[in-house]
């Protein structure tokens, strides 16, 4: 797997927990949410498309 995917994969299951257990810290963990969507974006810009 490509490393853009893999970072994207644990920032989306860090996000989720940090939904789940830490609800003071909302705002860090959308942050996390939206760079974990945007590699997810790049990885497949990339690898299935052939872009960039």
């Given at each position: 797997m490509n490393?853009?995917?893999?970072i994207g994969i644990i920032l989306f299951v860090l996000w989720?927990?940090?939904f789940i257990f830490f609800r003071t810290l909302g705002w860090l963990i959308h942050i996390a949410l939206i760079v974990a969507v945007i590699l997810i974006i790049i990885w497949l810009l990339r690898s299935v498309f052939g872009l960039f």
């Open positions: 490393v853009l995917i893999i989720l927990l940090g």
